[in-house]
């Protein structure tokens, strides 16, 4: 059991250069979402999502598209990397809180480190 | 707006002594509460959680947490550090009523520094 598995773990983009980040989680959870995290400012939440096929914008959405195709697979993709985008990048995931059985707490992984020069 | 706020980006404790990291939050309804570990170049690590029931949860390592409703704060506790607890803590909260209910708010961390 995997757990929530993040690749890369590490990345250096050049500006202008795309890139996706691949996050794919084991535990059948029906959220997904992508977090940034940069000194002082704790977490972010870019983007989510509560299903397969659907998708949501977070608090820090410019910049980043996702895509969730497969229930265990959530996808961030930079199409033109700045060097306002060097981050570290958490994937985490959790079951609906809905049904009364699942209390919802999240799973992380273990975080991709991205440098755009 | 819903927040979550840690008042305290440094707390300082000596090994053996107690330890407090404060969490307050500003989320309405009734919101699960949530405490994480980060430890240096790691993903955060859930520790413990309060859904419902006994005010004071248990949690991994040794950590416990005393949620206080009327004062909306979810301090995390340990009766006496180690310096391996030394880590970013972050508190944070779910939101499970209405529109926001898949949303998680985080705080912006708490650095705990044990000594020995």
């Known amino acids: 059991n995997a757990g929530v598995t993040q690749t890369p773990k590490f990345r250096v983009l050049k500006t202008g250069q795309s890139m996706t980040l691949l996050c794919a989680q084991d535990?059948?959870?029906?959220?997904m979402y992508w977090y940034r995290q940069d000194p002082g400012m704790g977490l972010r939440l870019i983007h989510y999502?509560?299903?397969?096929?659907?998708?949501a914008k977070g608090e820090v959405p410019d910049g980043y598209n996702v895509s969730r195709l497969k229930k265990q697979n959530f996808l961030l993709g930079l199409e033109s990397a700045a060097p306002s985008q060097t981050s570290v990048y958490f994937c985490?995931?959790?079951?609906?809180?809905?049904?009364?059985?699942?209390?919802?707490?999240?799973?992380f992984g273990e975080g991709s480190r991205l440098t755009v020069l | 707006a819903q927040s979550v706020a840690q008042p305290e980006d440094q707390v300082n404790v000596a090994e053996g002594n107690p330890l407090t990291v404060k969490c307050t939050y500003s989320v309405s309804g009734n919101p699960y509460l949530f405490w994480y570990v980060q430890y240096p170049n790691r993903g955060l690590q859930f520790l413990l959680k309060y859904i419902t029931g006994d005010n004071l949860v248990k949690g991994s390592y040794g950590f416990e947490a005393e949620f206080n409703k009327s004062q909306t704060s979810f301090h995390l506790k340990k009766p006496s550090a180690l310096v391996s607890d030394s880590a970013l803590y972050f508190c944070?909260?779910?939101?499970?009523?209405?529109?926001?209910?898949?949303?998680?708010?985080f705080g912006s961390g708490t650095k705990l520094n044990v000594k020995p």
């Open positions: 535990m059948n959870h029906e959220y």
């Open positions: 944070a909260v779910r939101d499970i009523n209405g529109y926001n209910f898949n949303k998680f708010y």
């Open positions: 985490a995931s959790s079951y609906s809180v809905r049904g009364g059985e699942n209390t919802g707490e999240l799973f």
């Open positions: 999502s509560v299903g397969e096929g659907t998708t």
